[in-house]
């Protein structure tokens, strides 16, 4: 694809990336994704922020062909999604110095080894002057790395963001046209990368607020022409209270533990509580990171295999355990066939989960009418609990 004009010498850059269906060697990607550079020609100075991954560099250098000069790069983060390509771009223009902050410089000599001498770096709040257009840096840790900063250009109120608010979609839509749509992708970004480093992201977003933004540029994506749209979307995931509704992800082998979960949800929804039900064997492990977004609990169902969880459930509990989400209570249900330490095993996998554990229904072989009772219990304490701290 050809450069494509966003405003008047302001130009987006980089590669749809339509067949990537995973990130990370982890992070499902079911609607592929975008690398965006943009191009600024200021009066003066020309600046290219952030490239492409390495496999799309071809179509990055290809648009920069006609480009004279560039006298500046900026690395907002150095994940190699954005900066794999800035070696190629430095090569091709010697002169132009390579913008960061601080720590994204020594990353990135680690990670691509580009030589000290091409570096400038910024501190929080600096202002780079492109003749008429001024650039601010400001740098906002963990989004999605410690290294992270974006860039504010003053005259034309766009803000450059990089990982930070980007969704992973391709499309020829350079602008948001559905936000149904990227308010899911968005989520599940949001979810997968940045959920665990909300409290900090909170300040990032306390220091754009006096910032009077007419665009969101990110690196990934669709640009937002409306950018209250994913900036609320944002408060709400990281500042808004948990939800009434129960993540269950679930393994079953022989349908005992299936017949514990489908009895539980229906006691859960007859209670009010929502309930997003995960079978770990088929599902797609980016729905479940979304859905833990804004549930107030989560419970695991989990037959016991060799004296311990189903493998798939113990990846589930350490995944949300990294994903650190918003839920206040944890339970475990399942069946075993003769004993085991399932909850034992699942409960030391969680410490950085902040939730209180609500009793566990193990049932031995199939559920008895004692466990069902059980689980009437657990689905009332849940509404109970949602209940008593005004989870909506
Ligand atoms: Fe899109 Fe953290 O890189």
């Not at 600046?47 to 560099?57: G, K, Q, R, T």
């Not at 770096?121 to 840096?137: A, N, P």
């Not at 969704?167 to 749509?181: K, M, Q």
């Not at 072989?365 to 009437?376: C, N, Q, R, W, Y």
């Amino acid at each position: 694809m050809k450069a494509r004009k966003i405003k008047d010498r302001i130009y987006w850059m980089g590669s749809v990336d339509w067949d990537r269906r995973l990130f990370d060697s982890l992070v499902p990607l079911p609607d592929g994704t975008s690398y965006n550079a943009y191009l600024i020609e200021g009066s003066e100075k020309t600046v290219l922020l952030d490239s492409v991954d390495p496999a799309m560099a071809d179509e990055l250098m290809g648009q920069l062909e006609g480009v004279s000069r560039i006298d500046y790069v900026i690395a907002h983060h150095a994940e190699q999604d954005h900066s794999g390509t800035i070696p190629q771009v430095l090569e091709k223009y010697p002169d132009a110095k390579l913008i960061s902050t601080p720590k994204a410089k020594g990353m990135l000599i680690d990670l691509l080894r580009i030589p000290e001498e091409s570096f400038i770096t910024v501190e929080d709040g600096e202002t780079l002057s492109l003749g008429d257009k001024t650039l601010k840096f400001i740098h906002t840790p963990w989004v999605h790395w410690p290294e992270t900063m974006v860039t504010w250009l003053e005259e034309d109120k766009i803000l450059f963001s990089c990982d930070f608010f980007g969704s992973h979609i391709a499309t020829t839509d350079l602008y948001v046209t559905d936000e149904g749509r990227v308010h899911e992708a968005a989520k599940r970004y949001f979810a997968e990368i940045m959920m665990p480093f909300r409290n900090i992201i909170a300040k990032d977003l306390e220091k754009l607020a006096p910032y009077d933004i007419e665009m969101i540029a990110p690196s990934h994506g669709q640009i937002y022409p409306r950018p209250a749209f994913i900036i609320d979307a944002y408060r709400d995931w990281i500042l808004g209270p948990p939800r009434n509704t129960v993540v269950l992800p679930y393994v079953s082998m022989h349908e005992s533990t299936r017949q514990m979960v489908d009895y539980l949800v229906s006691a859960l929804v007859e209670r009010g509580v929502g309930v997003e039900q995960f079978d770990l064997a088929v599902t797609d492990i980016g729905k479940l990171a979304m859905a833990l977004v804004n549930a107030a609990t989560i419970v695991v169902g989990t037959p016991t295999v060799l004296a311990g969880p189903h493998p798939y459930a113990a990846y589930a509990a350490f995944l949300a355990n990294a994903l650190r989400p918003k839920a206040k209570f944890l339970s475990i249900i399942g069946s075993y066939g003769w004993g085991g330490k399932t909850v034992e095993t699942l409960a030391g996998m969680i410490p950085s989960l902040k939730v209180e554990v609500i009793d566990p229904v193990l049932c031995k072989g199939v559920p008895s009418e004692g466990d069902f009772k059980a689980l009437d219990e657990l689905a009332a304490t849940i509404a109970e609990k949602h209940k008593e701290n005004n989870f909506i």
